[in-house]
């Protein structure tokens, strides 16, 4: 995909009239990261290096159609290969233990989930990584989208990713969600207790043919399989786990309910806020016993030691 992108801004930039050097001025870079680009060689491109060349070039939103694609092949093998087999399943059925799946995620959500990680680079990382997160979101409102069955640990509705303010945004996106035909959310209450995918989350993904893939994936790890016992297995898993949850209905009162007592306590003080209250309270009420303490004989006269 880096060839590909490379060979279009060079059949472009040729269309153009340009050298290397003056298409790098028109974008801000040196003329070398231009060679770069054209060779699919050095650091891949940048969001928004795709974006200034897609605009000087013309390419009418073709180079930034392409550079997920490129970003991508940063991603481990395992990594890549599940993206790719998501974007052509017929159905996802999905167990998330700690955020809200990516596809279901707000634009603030996925920036504080992203902005923690031991492979975040900088803050151009970041806005590129939410930039992908949110273009994968697009496929669900396709003529081909899949059939998507999530259950959440209650742990993923009840931790406030990114404050109140942004977690109650994401609940009631998934809320909206749920009124969707070809989507199905439940919620796995914690008195459930324990079960065979925790500490980690678990995608099972049904392909065209008839075959199926399944996904689990931890803080820091990724494993794809592709065995037909071995998913098998995991998709009896994922079959306990949505019959241990709560029913739709259930679980959309239950997202309700969080999102109502989240909205009640973003009203109240925070601690910081509460502890300086307290101070001055403390300070006020001990000024008034001081005061009150001083007692005045008739006449404005004090009593004799």
Same mark, same amino acid.
């Given at each position: 995909?880096?060839? !590909?992108?490379? @060979? *279009?801004?060079?059949?472009?930039? +040729?269309? =153009?009239?340009?050298?290397?050097? &003056? %298409?790098?001025?028109? $974008?801000?870079?040196?003329?070398?990261?231009?060679?770069?680009?054209?060779?699919?060689?050095?650091?891949?491109?940048? !969001?928004?290096? @795709? *974006?200034?060349?897609?605009?000087? +070039?013309? =390419?009418?939103?073709?180079?930034? &159609? %392409?550079?997920?694609? $490129?970003?991508?092949?940063?991603?481990?093998?395992?990594?890549?290969?599940?993206?790719?087999?998501?974007?052509?399943?017929?159905?996802?059925?999905?167990?998330?233990?700690?955020?809200?799946?990516?596809?279901?995620?707000?634009?603030?959500?996925?920036?504080? $989930?992203?902005?923690?990680?031991?492979?975040?680079?900088?803050?151009?990382?970041?806005?590129?990584?939410?930039?992908?997160?949110?273009?994968?979101?697009?496929?669900?409102?396709?003529?081909?989208?899949?059939?998507?069955?999530?259950?959440?640990?209650?742990? $993923?509705?009840?931790?406030?990713?990114?404050?109140?303010?942004?977690?109650?945004?994401?609940?009631?996106?998934?809320?909206?969600?749920?009124?969707?035909?070809?989507?199905?959310?439940?919620?796995?209450?914690?008195?459930?207790?324990?079960?065979?995918?925790?500490?980690?989350?678990?995608?099972?993904?049904?392909?065209?043919?008839?075959?199926?893939?399944?996904?689990?994936?931890?803080?820091?790890?990724?494993?794809?399989?592709?065995?037909?016992?071995?998913?098998?297995?995991?998709?009896?898993?994922?079959?306990?786990?949505?019959?241990?949850?709560?029913?739709?209905?259930?679980?959309?009162?239950?997202?309700?309910?969080?999102?109502?007592?989240?909205?009640?306590?973003?009203?109240?003080?925070?601690?910081?806020?509460?502890?300086?209250?307290?101070?001055?309270?403390?300070?006020?009420?001990?000024?008034?016993?001081?005061?009150?303490?001083?007692?005045?004989?008739?006449?404005?006269?004090?009593?004799?030691?």
């Amino acid at each position: 995909m880096a060839a !590909l992108f490379g @060979a *279009r801004v060079r059949r472009l930039r +040729l269309a =153009a009239g340009l050298t290397q050097t &003056e %298409l790098g001025d028109k $974008v801000h870079v040196v003329g070398t990261r231009i060679t770069q680009i054209e060779r699919s060689s050095g650091a891949k491109p940048t !969001l928004e290096l @795709a *974006r200034a060349l897609d605009v000087v +070039l013309g =390419a009418d939103d073709l180079l930034v &159609e %392409l550079w997920p694609y $490129v970003y991508r092949e940063a991603f481990p093998d395992w990594s890549r290969r599940f993206m790719e087999c998501a974007e052509r399943a017929v159905v996802i059925r999905e167990y998330a233990a700690h955020v809200v799946p990516g596809l279901l995620q707000t634009e603030s959500y996925a920036r504080a $989930v992203l902005s923690v990680g031991l492979t975040l680079g900088s803050k151009e990382q970041l806005e590129e990584r939410v930039a992908v997160r949110m273009g994968r979101q697009k496929h669900l409102g396709t003529p081909d989208r899949p059939e998507l069955w999530v259950v959440l640990d209650e742990a $993923v509705i009840r931790r406030p990713v990114g404050g109140q303010a942004v977690m109650c945004e994401q609940l009631e996106r998934l809320l909206e969600i749920m009124r969707a035909r070809h989507i199905t959310l439940q919620v796995l209450p914690f008195d459930q207790g324990e079960h065979d995918v925790m500490g980690g989350s678990l995608t099972v993904l049904a392909m065209p043919d008839g075959s199926e893939i399944a996904y689990t994936e931890g803080a820091h790890y990724g494993q794809l399989i592709e065995d037909p016992d071995e998913v098998r297995r995991y998709s009896l898993t994922y079959d306990r786990l949505r019959a241990e949850a709560l029913p739709p209905l259930m679980s959309l009162d239950m997202i309700r309910s969080v999102l109502e007592d989240n909205r009640h306590g973003s009203n109240l003080p925070s601690r910081t806020q509460r502890r300086r209250l307290a101070q001055e309270q403390l300070q006020q009420s001990g000024g008034r016993q001081l005061r009150g303490g001083r007692r005045r004989t008739p006449g404005g006269r004090r009593p004799r030691p």
